[in-house]
């Protein structure tokens, strides 16, 4: 055996032999005493506590904020709107007590219909308006069909024929639906009493 064959196994075998392509060790590395890990991780902990417990009592803070802002927004809205109606209701209670049998029924006609324009006009000044519409098509977003009622030409099918008592939107809002007659067309009605289907081009045959 010669000893060429020899040498490479024998500093393969060797303990002090490193692969050069294997990183160095850092020079002068210390590991952190796990009694100096522990605290910094308990501190790091407490830290983040009170980091929390503050933003909660920030939120919360903001939440009553807000509530009692909006709450006194709401009742700032109110007194406005209250203080608009005053006039209208003080005209309202003088026509409710005069005393009828020494008032003509214009005079008190003239001044219901005053006091009524009053309110219209504060209303509408905060964005109300009234839905009682006549002739337009039947919207369920807007009405309340109560009952039907029939059509005389099938232009009217499915449109409102009479309006019992008005709807009121604010500011695009709908505050309460119309209550309406819905007009149906049912095809128009032949000499001896029957009824002609209307054809499916909408016109009687």
């Known amino acids: 055996m010669q000893p060429d064959d020899k040498e490479p ?16 060790p850092a020079s002068g590395a210390l590991l952190e005493p796990p009694e100096e890990a ?4 308990e501190a790091q902990v407490a830290e983040l506590k009170d980091r929390h417990l ?14 009692k802002e909006r709450a006194e927004l709401w009742a700032r809205a109110q007194a406005d ?12 209670a003088r ?3 005069i005393d009828p ?28 308006t009234r839905v009682d519409q006549v002739g337009g098509p039947f919207d369920p977003n807007l009405h309340e069909a109560v009952t039907t009622g029939p059509a005389d030409h099938p232009a009217k099918d499915h449109t409102v024929g009479a309006v019992l008592q008005p709807g009121y939107q604010l ?10 007659v819905v007009l149906t067309w049912q095809g128009e009605r032949s000499r001896d009493g029957d009824e002609t289907p209307p054809s499916p081009d909408g016109e009687t045959g």
């Open 54 to 67: 503050r933003l909660a009592a920030e939120y919360e803070n903001f939440r009553r904020r807000t509530t």
């Open 81 to 92: 709107l209250l203080h608009r109606l005053v006039d209208a209701l003080d005209d309202l």
């Open 38 to 41: 522990v605290a910094r991780l």
């Open 101 to 128: 049998s020494q008032t003509d029924a214009k005079t008190i006609h003239d001044g219901v219909d005053m006091v009524e324009r009053k309110f219209w006009k504060e209303l509408e000044a905060i964005g109300v």
């Open 171 to 180: 500011g695009g809002a709908l505050i309460r639906p119309a209550r309406v």
């Open 95 to 97: 026509f409710a007590h």
């Open 9 to 24: 196994q024998q500093a393969a075998e060797r303990p002090d032999a490193r692969d050069p392509a294997a990183p160095e």
